[in-house]
């Protein structure tokens, strides 16, 4: 199976950015969609973004459109997520996941398989 390692959180400040990273083991890396999902406490988990295992395909929820950009590297088992003009709404914990089943376009956490522990992104005014 697949284990997950997120990295990069830290503290921003308005408009700037932050690049997280998903370190992947498991020789099924290739052939999982990988997503990125946000949450704070009390809320439902979020979609951010999700790459096919080609990395051909990406998706992104509306209110990240056009800031993040979801990219994978097969060979270093690597996936990252490049959060540019940040916002404070965008303050939660961040999670990578991974799913092997059909279909690449993942929007829901029950979709995923493996999950990584989460690192802490805050966005100041």
């Known amino acids: 199976q697949v284990h997950l390692v997120e990295s990069g959180g830290g503290l921003a400040q308005t408009g700037g950015s932050l690049r997280l990273s998903c370190a992947a083991s498991?020789?099924?890396?290739?052939?999982?969609?990988m997503g990125w999902f946000r949450q704070t406490p009390g809320k439902e988990r979020e979609f951010v973004a999700v790459i096919s295992s080609s990395g051909r395909s990406t998706a992104y929820s509306d209110s990240v459109n056009g800031r993040f950009t979801v990219s994978r590297d097969n060979a270093k088992k690597t996936s990252s997520l490049q959060m540019n003009n940040l916002k404070p709404e965008d303050t939660g914990v961040y999670y990578c996941a991974a799913s092997g089943t059909m279909g690449w376009r993942k929007t829901q956490p029950i979709e995923y398989d493996y999950w990584g522990q989460g690192t802490q992104v805050t966005v100041s005014s």
């Open positions: 498991g020789l099924t890396f290739r052939a999982e969609s």
